[in-house]
């Protein structure tokens, strides 16, 4: 340790009575490790992961009804009133848990429901067309693509709004499958059912988490076990699969993501960079 | 001598020891060093790394080694120039990828490099700067050529993401087998030692400096009817100009005698225009666009107020820069900026809208009391405390430890780079430092060095520099005859 | 001024012979390495090795005769354009300098520049094929302003001569200009 007259002060200005490459004991004195790591617990992480699993159910219990409603099980009649009686119930619940949404009325909302569904049913019988010309495989393909752009591409961090390039993919992909439809009143079901799921129930899913903590991950379990058994009576093999797919997210990956973080070292000290942490916008609005 | 040497930096010093230490590296100093500075930024390019390189180059010339400096070509310049006082320089014809960065292969700047380190009989290489790709070239092919090696960085780097993870790896395997590195304030030293994985006693501490004479104080350009806040950077996220966005409005609106000069150009002008339209300050606030470094004293020495808000900074000369020509300082806290200058010189804040503007309305609230120290006393302060002589001594001594060391041999290298940069990289880099052996031999089989001509020297002991005649060829043969 | 060490930039032996035909003029011949058997008859079986090979696969005796009609078109062209034999510089005092290079084949090229068009005669670097190498040049005046180089041409392209030899040359060329 130093014990001359003069501290080797941290200075570069003036001559130090040390050689230039003098290691003194405050070396990496400043070093920090892992400053503000936030150390996860098993199951904050295991039921924000349900957030994951249920949006692949989401897109399994599209494919179900999709199917479904295509092998003729279904009709489609049925599966409108279905919708409107989830899109009321979705909607009274979403009330419930706190109005207030940027002052619309439900006068503006009831009028952006019909002009939604007034567009998609004037334009579900073109749909029949649109498509003919590609060949069926291709159709297909072109859906499970979209269905798996969605899903990569989901704004999991905060559902609402959906993101612009997932919800997308997803209704591109819902508009390729529901134009392989026998008649134009199922494809228009399809697709107010593919709004339903795509771009509403993530807002409502948005919403119960923020306000209703407790009741959000029994509401991700339910459309898990919707997408599971959906697909039972579909492809048994497939429900089984999507059924491994849902634990193994939801329950091992968190358990190897808490498993990891006893290995992370990071590290901070007056070289990082500084971060702006205020809102600089409020200069310019 | 390099044994006493390193004896005398190793223990913690006594004052007797410490002359002892002077007295040998004077000792060594007699000998004088052939060096080649190889980075990718040089002039014409303009920058903290062009200009420490030059007036380095130029002290250590002065004091008689012999430099010659190593770079790309820029556009039509390209071979061999000479600058002031026979300071050669290299504008090799190599590939310009990326902001002005060569590209690492590690081999195809062998054959040029390999030339011009065996023309000049270089003794030590000297790589600046981790951005440039050719520094690590020279330092890679120098080791394998036998040379001793010095870097310096002149940069900070995180270790959160991905690309700071990959670049801190390959200055692993660059500074690895490294004699020594210079870093520029205790920060960066303390960075670089953590990023390479370095043993921290052959990493010295050299600050960088300015030249006094060209940034003088002239009281008489300011308007002291008002006061003027300069600001003198590149528009960038790192240099702070959002929060900078946030202090125009704040003070222009408690103080109406304040006015802003703001030099430089880059993609966050777009934010100040967007403020000085918002608040209608266009008389008050004014954007210079981009400056040559000749015109940056001229637009100095109008304010009264210095202001730096750079995120992040390894040594700042603009805060310097300002000082030497009388301005108050007032400055972020980050990086080494801290350690460049003393308390009484300058203020210092947080990175916040809020702390910035607490330490310009001391500042402001001092100069109108009249208690702030006049600019020619604080340039006379200024000049004592960096000049690149001192640099150029320090330099010195580190060129004088690092000759009296011996270069890894190839074996020994291999094991170096593999017990030290880990499994798969360091094996890698070993397989790439055998390759650019082999390559070495081939080309000294195609033109042994015996054929290269020894080139006539511009700058050290033997040098026919002349400051009278004009004509480079002629002055050069000339002196031979 | 024959001297037995003066080698080119590659390291091959060439011959120089500077001839004083009086105090003003001057000549200084630079000759390059003489075509060696060795290297003719390493392309000519090269060529004729690949031919073989080829007519092997095609069985095409064109294969054959086309290779033995390239390899004497090839040594021709090769020994009257490319092939410098020796180079000359004839620099007369007052006057001018003459600069000429015969080929192999016994080809002359020649030109002159005259003296009031010459600033100078100097020694330069340039970076040439991944090296740096001195080369001995003539400043060209700029008709416009005395003062100014218009553009430079070097000298001994071909055989392209070591420092040692450049800085004979270039002592003589000043010599010469000095007087006039």
Redesign the interface.
């Known amino acids: 340790p130093p014990c001359g007259p003069v501290e080797n002060k941290k200075v570069l200005y003036g001559r130090q009575p040390y050689p230039d490459n003098y290691v003194d004991r405050r070396f990496l004195a400043e070093l920090r490790r892992n400053v503000g790591v936030q150390q996860l617990r098993y199951w904050s992480v295991a039921r924000e992961a349900g957030l994951v699993g249920q949006q692949v159910s989401c897109v399994a219990v599209f494919v179900a009804l999709w199917s479904s409603l295509d092998g003729g099980a279904l009709p489609p009649a049925a599966l409108l009133w279905g919708g409107l009686l989830a899109a009321l119930l979705g909607y009274g619940l979403h009330g419930a848990l706190g109005g207030g949404t940027g002052g619309r009325t439900r006068w503006a909302d009831l009028q952006s429901a019909a002009i939604f569904l007034a567009f998609t049913f004037g334009f579900s019988p073109v749909l029949k067309t649109l498509t003919e010309s590609v060949s069926t495989d291709t159709v297909y393909a072109m859906s499970a693509l979209m269905l798996l752009a969605h899903l990569l591409f989901f704004p999991y961090a905060r559902p609402s709004p959906p993101g612009s390039l997932s919800l997308n993919a997803a209704l591109f992909g819902s508009v390729c499958l529901a134009s392989r439809l026998p008649g134009a009143l199922h494809a228009f079901a399809m697709l107010t059912w593919a709004l339903l799921l795509f771009a509403l129930w993530p807002c409502l899913l948005q919403r119960l988490r923020d306000r209703a903590p407790r009741a959000f991950p029994w509401a991700a379990a339910l459309v898990s076990l919707a997408g599971v058994g959906g697909l039972s009576g579909l492809w048994p093999g497939g429900s089984v699969l999507l059924l491994l797919t849902l634990l193994a997210l939801t329950l091992a990956c968190p358990l190897l993501l808490v498993r990891l973080q006893r290995h992370k070292d990071n590290i901070h000290g007056p070289w990082d960079e500084a971060e702006i942490r205020e809102d600089l916008s409020r200069f310019l609005d | 001598c390099g044994v006493l040497l390193t004896t005398a930096t190793f223990a913690p010093p006594t004052p007797a020891l410490v002359r002892s230490h002077r007295a040998t590296a004077r000792a060594a100093g007699s000998g004088r060093h052939r060096i080649c500075m190889v980075s990718d930024f040089f002039y014409p390019n303009m920058g903290g790394v062009e200009s420490h390189i030059y007036q380095l180059s130029q002290c250590l010339v002065e004091q008689g080694h012999k430099v010659v400096i190593a770079t790309h070509a820029y556009g039509d310049r390209r071979g061999v120039r000479y600058l002031t006082r026979g300071l050669k320089v290299y504008y090799l014809p190599l590939q310009v990828m990326y902001n002005q960065s060569t590209s690492t292969t590690c081999f195809h700047s062998l054959p040029l490099l390999r030339c011009v380190f065996v023309r000049e009989r270089i003794t030590v290489v000297h790589a600046h700067s981790s951005f440039s790709a050719m520094a690590h070239d020279a330092l890679f092919h120098a080791k394998t050529m036998g040379l001793n090696t010095v870097f310096t960085d002149h940069s900070l780097f995180g270790f959160a993401d991905v690309s700071s993870v990959l670049t801190n790896k390959l200055l692993t395997v660059s500074l690895c087998d490294t004699n020594h590195i210079i870093c520029v304030s205790y920060t960066s030293k303390e960075n670089t030692v953590l990023r390479a994985g370095l043993d921290p006693e052959i990493v010295s501490v050299i600050p960088n400096a300015v030249d006094p004479t060209e940034f003088t104080p002239d009281p008489g350009r300011r308007d002291d009817s008002k006061i003027t806040v300069v600001v003198v950077s590149r528009l960038v996220y790192r240099k702070g100009i959002d929060l900078l966005g946030g202090i125009i409005p704040e003070l222009c609106a408690k103080h109406p005698d304040l006015c802003f000069l703001i030099g430089g150009e880059g993609p966050k002008r777009i934010v100040l225009e967007e403020v000085r339209e918002k608040y209608q300050l266009h008389d008050r606030v004014r954007l210079l666009g981009a400056l040559d470094h000749k015109d940056v004293r001229d637009v100095l020495v109008q304010g009264h107020i210095f202001l730096n808000t750079s995120l992040t900074e390894a040594f700042c000369m603009a805060i310097v820069e300002g000082a030497s020509c009388g301005l108050q300082v007032v400055s972020t806290c980050v990086g080494g900026i801290p350690e460049v200058l003393p308390d009484e010189m300058v203020t210092l804040c947080e990175p916040t809208v809020r702390s910035l503007c607490d330490g310009l309305e001391i500042v402001i609230a001092r100069q109108r009391s009249g208690s702030v120290p006049s600019p020619a006393s604080i340039h006379r302060r200024v000049e004592t405390l960096y000049t690149w002589r001192n640099v150029a001594e320090r330099t010195e001594k580190v060129y004088n430890r690092v000759s009296g060391q011996e270069v890894l041999s190839l074996d020994r290298r291999l094991t170096r780079l593999t017990s030290h940069c880990g499994s798969v990289a360091g094996a890698i880099f070993a397989f790439i430092a055998v390759l650019n052996y082999l390559f070495l031999l081939l080309l000294q089989w195609l033109i042994p060095d015996d054929v290269i001509d020894i080139a006539i020297d511009g700058s050290g002991p033997q040098s026919c520099w002349t400051q009278t005649s004009s004509k480079k060829g002629k002055r050069k043969a000339n002196q031979i005859l | 001024m024959a001297d037995d060490s003066l ?1 080119d ?3 091959n032996r060439i011959g120089v012979a500077c001839r004083c035909h009086s105090d003003l003029c001057r000549e200084v011949t630079v000759s390059g390495p003489k075509l060696s058997l060795r290297s003719v008859l390493v392309y000519t079986c090269g060529v004729w090795l690949l031919a073989y090979a080829a007519f092997c696969c095609t069985e095409n005796t064109a294969v054959l005769s086309c290779a033995i009609i390239l390899t004497l078109v090839g040594l021709m062209v090769y020994i009257h354009f490319f092939k410098v034999d020796h180079e000359s510089l004839l620099i007369i005092g007052s006057l001018g300098v003459q600069l000429s290079s015969s080929y192999a084949s016994g080809r002359e090229c020649t030109s002159f520049i005259e003296m009031s068009k010459i600033k ?1 005669v ?6 040439y094929m ?5 080369y001995l ?1 003539i400043l060209i005046k700029d008709p416009a302003d005395p003062h100014a180089v218009s553009s430079v041409l070097p000298l001994f392209q071909s055989s392209k001569p ?3 030899c450049l ?1 004979e040359v ?2 003589t060329c ?1 010599e010469i200009l000095a007087q006039s």
Request: charged share 25%.
């Open positions: 080698t930039i590659y390291g100078d100097v020694i330069n670097e340039a970076v991944h090296r740096v190498i001195y040049c070591r420092l040692k800085i270039y002592k000043q």
